[in-house]
């Protein structure tokens, strides 16, 4: 798909080549490529990869620089996540060469108390330095002139990473996690969406919430999720698959759109990298909803008395590269693995304040459609609040799926940092629980469905939140992850909603 103007070339001559020297850097690709996202261009693994030629981890401002004089660079855009969860965006025209590794190695201020008002930042005070991380870079697949797009963290105006930030948060907890118990926690999110559209001929298929693995002609958007899917690619996120999902509503009085629900599910990466890839998703797949003269909403609910949009999470402990969590009937749970559920198990409750964050995410879990009602745990159980997925094999046995433990909890209204940040700390949490044993025998699916009624529920209302938050707050703060001011802060917000 070209994203440009009809007739619409940008010459190198009038692009930042002009004053950038130019060194080779690996097979360039012809300009055709460049503005195809979607294509099929096999770049598995992110065009920036492929045309820098070293992984991303390695990537210096020195290349992003000969990445821009080769590719006929005109704009740069820095990206990053405020206090409020949605993606932000500065841009800039780089002058010169000084000019554009000023951008690329400092970043650029802006206001804090308005990035993440309600975290404790003073106007006095609020100035905050946005600092692109280089290992993030990718080319903006709907941009009309050709941009280079970087995530950033960022700095208090003292250099250190500013308390209030999401990435920092995220990273503390991450870092915690590490050095005590040498355990690295990976993540993926499964982000659940709805496409809605004026209806037209072309609609007789659909039916009521039966769209599961629905293919065309049975669902209109199956070529946009494809396309998704491949902008991802080329943009450096890993996606594991994507399917049409349960999800299917027609038009009615109040509403005139057609509403399809469909899932792109990512790989499995390091907690910051999982954070980024789910809103690089959403933010991919509303600009191509937008292209196509359609909504995309990641809302829990659509209409009442239909399914839901999660955004579960996978985990999967690991430690040098190996995965700590086997998952087979006849092999018990590893330390790690139960750790982290009976710390999900502990938290769950508090974890809705970043997870579970409208009034609609009540309706998802009260209707119980598709969602969890109670706070349990389970093997392949889609019941369970925590679940333990099967794992796939070969005909001789060998696995071929990685094992994760599944939370499914959260909803399209999650702050994915600021959660995967709390999950970190609920594993730590869940490491020193004195009766582990026991809460996972109370708290085990199959006995909740023989004993109704045993089984804690989920909390219903922003007030129960606010309880459970107020509750875990000492490990939610703990080794100066969550600011304590930023948690008070978001209790009084819960509290002060309508229940």
């Known amino acids: 798909m070209d994203n440009r103007l009809p007739n619409q070339h940008i010459r190198p001559e009038r692009s930042i080549r002009n004053f950038i020297p130019v060194r080779p850097i690996g097979k360039r690709m012809n300009r055709k490529d460049m503005t195809a996202p979607g294509s099929g261009h096999p770049m598995s693994k992110g065009r920036v990869k492929h045309l820098i030629g070293k992984p991303a981890s390695r990537w210096t401002v020195d290349d992003l620089v000969s990445l821009a004089g080769e590719q006929g660079i005109r704009s740069v855009s820095l990206m990053h996540v405020g206090g409020d969860g949605w993606l932000k965006t500065l841009d800039f025209v780089p002058r010169s060469e000084t000019h554009l590794r000023d951008i690329l190695a400092g970043g650029e201020r802006a206001d804090g108390s308005s990035l993440f008002a309600g975290t404790g930042i003073r106007p006095e005070g609020s100035d905050v330095v946005l600092r692109p991380r280089a290992s993030t870079a990718f080319l903006d697949p709907f941009s009309r002139q050709h941009t280079l797009v970087l995530l950033c963290e960022h700095l208090a105006p003292d250099g250190s990473p500013l308390p209030e930030s999401p990435d920092t948060i995220l990273r503390r907890a991450d870092h915690r996690l590490q050095r005590l118990t040498g355990t690295e926690l990976w993540a993926l999110g499964e982000v659940e969406y709805f496409l809605g559209k004026k209806p037209d001929e072309g609609d007789i298929y659909g039916a009521d919430d039966r769209g599961y693995h629905a293919t065309s002609p049975f669902v209109f958007g199956e070529v946009l999720r494809r396309n998704a899917m491949a902008i991802l690619s080329d943009i450096g996120v890993g996606v594991k698959y994507g399917h049409s999902e349960v999800g299917y509503v027609e038009a009615g009085d109040t509403d005139d759109l057609i509403w399809e629900q469909h899932e792109i599910e990512l790989s499995l990466t ?230």
């Open 270 to 499: 390091p907690l910051l990298q999982s954070a980024d890839a789910v809103v690089l998703t959403q933010w991919v797949l509303r600009n191509l909803a937008h292209a196509n003269g359609m909504r995309c909403s990641f809302d829990p609910i659509v209409r009442k008395g239909h399914a839901g949009s999660g955004l579960h999470f996978h985990f999967s402990p690991m430690r040098d590269g190996v995965h700590l969590c086997s998952l087979q009937q006849d092999q018990p749970l590893s330390d790690e693995g139960r750790w982290l559920i009976g710390g999900l198990l502990q938290m769950s409750g508090a974890l809705m304040a970043f997870g579970n964050r409208t009034h609609d995410s009540f309706i998802r879990l009260n209707q119980g459609i598709e969602a969890p009602g109670s706070i349990t745990w389970g093997r392949y159980n889609r019941h369970a609040l925590i679940r333990l997925p099967i794992q796939a094999m070969t005909e001789e046995g060998r696995v071929v799926t990685q094992p994760t433990i599944e939370f499914r909890l959260p909803d399209g209204s999650a702050h994915p940092y600021l959660l995967l940040a709390g999950v970190a700390q609920a594993m730590l949490l869940g490491r020193d629980i004195d009766d582990l044993d026991d809460l996972l025998a109370r708290t085990d699916v199959a006995k909740a469905e023989d004993h109704p009624g045993v089984a804690t529920p989920v909390p219903r209302s922003f007030g129960e939140v606010a309880n459970a938050l107020e509750e875990h707050s000492d490990s939610l703060e703990a080794g100066d992850v969550f600011p304590a001011e930023m948690l008070f802060n978001i209790r009084e917000q819960l509290q002060a909603e309508p229940q």
